[in-house]
């Protein structure tokens, strides 16, 4: 699926997607199945990737070939 996204998506920013939403998934179904509690340190950690990606998103001026 990766590889089909890099048709129009730059890599850094494909690839930033990627890696993010995949941290935010496995935390999420490791907090839902297995009751791993996700304390403010948890949290802050995930709400830095999101804006990290978010603004990598927004502030990337390379276009797609």
Request: hydrophobic share 65%.
């Amino acid at each position: 699926m990766l590889s089909l996204c890099l048709r129009d998506i730059p890599v850094g920013i494909a690839f930033a997607v990627w890696s993010g939403v995949g941290v935010l998934l496995v935390t999420l179904i490791a907090w839902w199945l297995h009751g791993q509690e996700l304390d403010a340190a948890a949290l802050a950690g995930l709400g830095l990737i999101i804006a990290g990606v978010i603004t990598l998103q927004l502030s990337t001026s390379v276009a797609a070939p």
